[in-house]
DNA sequence: CACTAAACGAGACGGTACGTCGAGTCTTGGA
DNA sequence: TCCAAGACTCGACGTACCGTCTCGTTTAGTG
């Protein structure tokens, strides 16, 4: 809506085809190594593309990261329909834990780590991935509280920490793999914390 | 044994000084900046050390800051004694909490942070800090089973994920506060999922 | 020619003030200090100039140097019109001698010494001063051949040398002084070898 | 005589072997390298020597050099004998022209361009090479005039410098070749300004 | 024959400068 | 007005040597 009543500009229009090879770069870059040692001089460079017209656009390659992270793979693990909410968390955890163990959780756990230093990344990252989710999470343990599989005192803030939290805990720390063994277990062992007595 | 009769070296031995000097200036600049922005320029000059002084002992300015760290942070939030196993693991990770709402929690997410594009550092974090964290609370754990207290059949490591994996989640992602809220409510509702049925 | 029609190049054009403004600190900075003691360092500061923009222009401090002291000092101690060969070349000698007796000097045997060790640094000395002056030398010893002052079997580049050869010795080993003796003496005698029997 | 009444010292002697080792340690490394390029650092690891004993015994490694110098080639290019004064000059001239068409010449062009930056070098260059030369050459000149062959109001020194200067010139320079040519022609040219009208 | 005391190797120290990289900005000409 | 190209200032990088400074270890005399 806004967009097609965007007021006129003058001038030459913002170049689609520069955006589009920017973004790819970054994706492309990140292939093979990591967001701290990208650099905005290598982006230009692969990408035949002015160093004033990044920073024109964007702020950081932090969050051109996050942008070409979000060109990329917004569509991921929904939750499952058609099954209680115990069987729909624990599935859909269970595949989170296999998206986070391969390139996906990789890229994940650098952009929240360069959003340690830039708080907008970081607010970016939830805004644009994670409050969505974790609302569709809220959304299914809601509803097991209402078809009485869940305590119905539930904080569900808490309650979506407690499910997710050992999830990143292990992508972050590292300490121990997110392997199959943990995707199955998991659930079936912090789903009792939600369980009415 | 093989320390007391420690290998003979020629040359200078090194200095204690320039070592506690180097230490506390990392300490001191990172209460004011980023660890992304502290340069190795800075901490000699800080310092009056030479940047090749810096170099010869440590390889990275993340290694330096964890080395920083443990020697002001090392004595922290113990398990509390004479209690039972849920108290004291309510009690524990109450202040755990607590601690990481502060400096201390910002310095523990930034070394993480660094450890997302460097192993080692991520490795000496887990061998200095938290393996020997972990081993305390499985410990209690294990108590807590021995006194029917806790299911007989929990995974210990699981079990840990469970409970710090949510405050470590919110350390990161700073998608809601480490508050006295959250400090109360995660046990109670955490250690449900301990509980025998 | 070719420079009028010199290939149009794209991005920003080489900055004259900071070139000039390079040369300029190399000429200051070389009244006070050494060649050798010259750094790269303080001619950035001293210009204002960042060390990449010396280094994208210049190979050395030698060869900058060079450029520094031809911007400065190329017209010099001409050969006077309207004498007899003789009497050119002993008050163009004599004037010489009295050039390298102060900074002028200094700076002439300093880039040579320079070009020991760095062969470029030699050739430029002889391409954009020495072949000059010689090649005017020897066109006088040729007039002083076709007007029968001196002799025709001459080879005109050790006639040369034998000139100015002794004014470099003592340039370079100040085993003696280029004093107003040494420039009156040295035309008298060293003529002499190239006089008609 | 000064030697053998040498004060008695305490304390262990000055290690000649560690002195051998240096000096050839700097001989050969500058056979591969320029004096500019050669580092106290280097010499140390190479003669295996620890750089305090370097610095206790040189105080800079161009006299350093100088004394590796001396220690190689102190005897060379003698005036022939039994020789009219014209004859043994030229012959000695040729014979210190092919000398400095090689190693050695290179050798003395980079210690005299050291010397521009540290008059010590260049004292003691003249004073254990130059002077001992130039009163030989001196004597040959006056036994000439003696003998009828040269000009009795020749400046000694002046004609020196005429006759060898020519030849530093092009050592330094190198405008063109000391070779067999410069060895012959040189000196029937330059002799004429000694000879008698 | 132990005792001195300087010289020794090794190598850490505080520094300075190196030459390179990338940051973010600026200045052209062309689209 | 945007864009590519590329030069600009700035600051940090990690390295090489500088000359100095401890160390523990020789190595001659001397007492």
Known sequence: MSKTIAKRKAGRPRSQASRASILNAVWELLKTQTLKDLSIEAIARESKVGKATIYRWWSSKESLAMDAFVEHVLPLTPFPE???????????MASLVNAFSG???SIVSQS????????????SYRERFLDERRTAAKAIIEKGIEEGEFDPDIDL???????????????????LPLDK?????????????????
Do not use: C, T, W
């Open 157 to 175: 803030e808490l309650a979506v920490d407690i499910l997710y939290g050992p999830i990143y805990f292990r992508l972050f720390v590292a300490h």
């Open 82 to 92: 058609n099954l209680s909410a115990y069987e729909a968390i624990s599935m859909q």
């Open 181 to 197: 063994q943990f995707a199955k277990g998991l659930p079936q062992r912090a789903l009792k914390a939600l369980l009415k007595d």
């Open 103 to 105: 390139d996906y959780g």
């Open 112 to 123: 929240i780590a360069a959003g340690q230093s830039e708080p907008d990344v970081l607010e």
